[in-house]
C-alpha cells in the first residue's frame, strides 16, 4: 500500500512539474488595453477599430479562433503566428447602422498561458442629423 501512495505521489509531482514548465514557456498576451469605447459615434460611421498586443511569452503566440459576442461584430486574427517579443493586431469591425448603446465581448482562442482571452468594446451610436436640445429652467421670485 506504501509503494502506490508513493508512485502516486511521484506521478503528481512528475505532472505538476511539467504543467509548470509548460506554462512558463508559453506565449502569453499583453493588451494596450482590453476595452475599446467607441465614445459616441454617427450612424453608419467609421466601424473599425484595433487591439494591438505584444506577446510577451517565450513561444510563437498562435490565435487559431476569435468569436464574437453576436454577428454586429466581425473580429479579424492575425495570419501568421507572433514571435515572442513582438507585436500583433486583432481588428474589430462593428456594425454601426443600430442605433443605441452596445458593449460586446470577443473571446480569442490560442496556444496562450491563458487560452482564452476575452476583450470588449462598447460605444453608443446616435442619428446622423440628432440635436441635443437643452432645457431652460425658468425660476420666478414670488
Do not use: W
Amino acid at each position: 500500500m506504501k509503494n502506490f501512495f508513493s508512485f502516486l505521489f511521484t506521478c503528481l509531482l512528475a505532472t505538476a512539474s511539467f504543467s509548470q514548465e509548460k506554462k512558463t514557456t508559453a506565449a502569453e498576451f499583453k493588451f494596450d488595453t482590453e476595452i475599446i469605447n467607441y465614445g459616441k459615434i454617427i450612424q453608419n460611421s467609421e466601424r473599425v477599430r484595433v487591439f494591438e498586443f505584444t506577446n510577451i511569452g517565450k513561444s510563437p503566440l498562435i490565435i487559431s479562433t476569435i468569436k464574437s459576442s453576436c454577428g454586429c461584430t466581425i473580429p479579424k486574427k492575425p495570419e501568421h503566428p507572433i514571435l515572442p517579443g513582438k507585436k500583433g493586431k486583432i481588428e474589430v469591425s462593428y456594425d454601426t447602422s443600430k442605433l443605441g448603446g452596445f458593449s460586446k465581448i470577443i473571446t480569442i482562442f490560442s496556444n496562450a498561458k491563458e487560452g482564452r482571452k476575452t476583450i470588449r468594446i462598447k460605444g453608443y451610436v446616435s442619428k446622423k442629423n440628432s440635436v441635443v436640445v437643452k432645457k431652460k429652467s425658468i425660476l420666478s421670485n414670488s
